[in-house]
């Protein structure tokens, strides 16, 4: 009779955890799920570089909003509103070098978010676009010119 009694026990926690895990990912996919790029974003999305000495850096605009760069330092998130590109970014976590407090703070203050924001123009042949009025106050005028990596 005992036996009988745990082995529904078992079923019925079984079934509950079965359902709450369903559950939870029919919730993330509802609530995650993405609105199509639009046209300004389609245009933005792929690889580019902004130094035309060095095209081997650049930085990767992906369909799913996803940013990273090409050697790994930075990744995150970006979108376009009302012609305006927000980027927010982190840097990739690294252990720490040492047991000390500073190198232990040195890995905190790498995590941490940023996002910057600025005005989106692109050429008409959409193989450069230029961002303007960046985050910081002392340089509003600053532009940075960015190129369309050819495959």
Request: include cysteine.
């Amino acid at each position: 009779m005992k036996t009988s009694y745990l082995k529904d026990k078992r079923r019925a926690l079984a079934f509950w955890a079965v359902l709450i895990a369903v559950l939870s990912v029919a919730l993330y996919l509802l609530f995650h799920r993405q609105p199509p790029l639009s046209s300004l974003e389609r245009q933005l999305e792929g690889e580019w570089y902004s130094d035309p000495k060095d095209p081997g850096y650049t930085t990767t605009y992906a369909a799913d909003r996803t940013l990273s760069t090409s050697n790994g330092q930075f990744t995150g998130v970006w979108h376009i509103n009302d012609g305006r590109l927000t980027v927010t970014y982190w840097q990739i976590f690294e252990r720490p070098r040492g047991y000390t407090v500073a190198d232990v703070a040195h890995c905190i203050r790498r995590i941490r978010k940023t996002t910057c924001s600025w005005d989106l123009t692109f050429a008409d042949d959409g193989q450069q676009f230029t961002l303007r009025n960046g985050v910081y106050d002392a340089t509003p005028n600053e532009q940075w010119l960015w190129y369309r990596v050819e495959h």
